[in-house]
């Protein structure tokens, strides 16, 4: 009976063993250095606040946070490398806007964002600005309405490519105002804006972070801002939503994890990451890019992207876009 006995408890702590070193893991975390994987290639307004908030976040978690790019396919690439790790938190991916389009604009995704992802934090919103060449006879946001209203068709509007920011932001303008403008893609938002620079296209909706230098020195004129409120680096250029109420269109992003991570771990990196997005000279540098922090829980964060794959996919089969 003895010996059955003993050989009962092996077999319980053989059984156990698996388990007791994965809680082990999950309340070491992060015993080892994370990689953020980053959809876009250095250098960009997108990789420069992965950047702030990975090394903010790497003090208060004191291990290194690696910056890791893998840019290609608008984003997809990074995306579906780390669907394919290991969920333990060692690999996370920067979540952003673009991902949340993409499951519209693209019709073969080998994966769900929602299903294969678990939305841990948001780290940033930043909206576009509408901006115009000083050629355009309009100096507001009502002139310039009144202006495409008698000019239906002929005004080019440059984006960095078809699906992305600069264009879906003018797409949901032209659905709520009722107004048309002529698409004109380029390879990036850098061809586009030297283009509309030198007046070859009349309008853009860049972001914030590119376009306000151009602004401040006169090359451009700023009409409004696609945040629902003002912006805190332009106070005197008008929300958008001032003149067309219910229009609000920013980009944003955040941290995910590959489906299965651990409860406690994400818990943790919620925490620590809104923790670093209360400092005052993180607030301070990401005001300076022309956003905002983006807090929030597990869940809200879930539901937020939900929501804005709703409403972005409205407009997306509105205006018949497809990737590619």
């Known amino acids: 009976m003895r010996l059955a006995r003993r050989r009962f408890l092996q077999l319980a702590a053989g059984a156990a063993g698996p388990a007791m070193p994965h809680v082990a893991r999950a309340e070491n975390y992060p015993a080892r ?31 290194t946070v690696v910056i890791e790019s893998r840019a290609g396919a608008s984003g997809n690439i990074a995306t579906e490398y780390v669907i394919r790790a290991r969920p333990d938190g060692y690999t996370l991916l920067d979540v952003t806007a673009i991902n ?10 080998k994966f769900d964002i929602l299903r294969d992802l678990v939305p841990i934090v948001g780290m940033y919103k930043g909206p576009g600005l509408l901006v115009v060449h000083p050629s355009l006879p309009v100096k507001t946001l009502p002139e310039f309405i009144d202006y495409l209203k008698a000019h239906p068709g002929e005004v080019r509007m440059g984006s960095g490519g078809v699906g992305g920011p600069q264009h879906l932001y003018g797409e949901l303008f032209k659905r ?20 509309l620079l030198a007046g070859h296209v009349q309008v853009m909706f860049d972001t914030i972070v590119t376009a306000v230098s151009q602004v401040r020195a006169g090359q451009l004129r700023a009409l409004g801002v696609t945040s629902a409120k003002r912006a805190a680096v332009l106070p005197d250029v008008p929300a958008i939503a001032e003149v067309v109420p219910g229009y609000e269109a920013a ?66 089969r509105a205006a018949g876009i497809k990737a590619g």
């Open 33 to 63: 250095p994370i990689h953020f994987v980053v959809g876009f290639p250095p250098g960009g307004a997108g990789d420069l606040i992965a950047r702030l908030v990975g090394n903010a976040l790497s003090e208060r978690l004191n291990q």
């Open 251 to 316: 980009g944003w992003q955040g941290i995910a994890a590959p489906a299965g991570v651990s409860a406690d771990i994400v818990e943790r990196l919620n925490k620590e990451t809104n923790a670093c997005l209360a400092d005052a000279k993180l607030v301070a540098r990401l005001t300076d890019l022309g956003g905002t922090p983006f807090p929030c829980t597990p869940e809200e964060f879930r539901t937020f992207i939900a929501e804005f794959i709703e409403k972005w996919a409205k407009v997306i």
């Open 100 to 109: 949340a389009w993409n499951v519209s604009l693209y019709d073969n995704l």
């Open 176 to 195: 709520m105002v009722g107004v048309g403008m002529l698409h004109v893609p380029y390879r990036g938002g850098g061809p586009a804006m030297t283009d």
